[in-house]
């Protein structure tokens, strides 16, 4: 069974850096698309960030230039580096991961995370971001 468990979460004043990691279980990530979510209370899920099996990379236009995703596929880990944090950077924090080629991480925004559209998802992560 394939699992996704999110680490690196926490509290920090605007301004700080923090760096989230999700580690896959029970399969390999040579094979799979990669994206991290995020959902505040009242607003939508939004996807942030995501890399394609081939390296290809998404940001949200509210995080490009502040956040970079990568993966090492030797460790089965993503890494969400998050910089220049904002107070609107405050949500939890999800890790999805979807078969090479499927479109479930196109979903740019949805109701919920997580959403039936990407495969698996992890537990989520609090990123608190203050003022």
């Known amino acids: 069974e394939v699992q996704l468990v999110e680490s690196g979460g926490g509290s920090v004043e605007a301004g700080g850096s923090l760096r989230l990691s999700c580690r896959v279980s029970?399969?390999?990530?040579?094979?799979?698309?990669m994206g991290w979510y995020r959902q505040a209370p009242g607003n939508e899920c939004e996807l942030v960030s995501s890399?394609?099996?081939?390296?290809?990379?998404y940001y949200a236009d509210s995080v490009k230039g502040r956040f970079t995703i990568s993966r090492d596929n030797a460790k089965n880990t993503v890494y969400l580096e998050m910089n220049s944090l904002k107070p609107e950077d405050t949500a939890v924090y999800y890790c999805?991961?979807?078969?090479?080629?499927?479109?479930?991480?196109?979903?740019?925004?949805?109701?919920?995370?997580?959403?039936?559209?990407?495969?698996?998802w992890g537990q989520g992560t609090q990123v608190t971001v203050s003022s």
């Open positions: 999805a991961a979807d078969r090479a080629g499927d479109t479930g991480l196109m979903v740019v925004t949805a109701n919920f995370c997580p959403h039936p559209a990407a495969d698996y």
């Open positions: 029970g399969g390999t990530l040579d094979d799979s698309d």
């Open positions: 890399i394609s099996s081939g390296g290809k990379t």
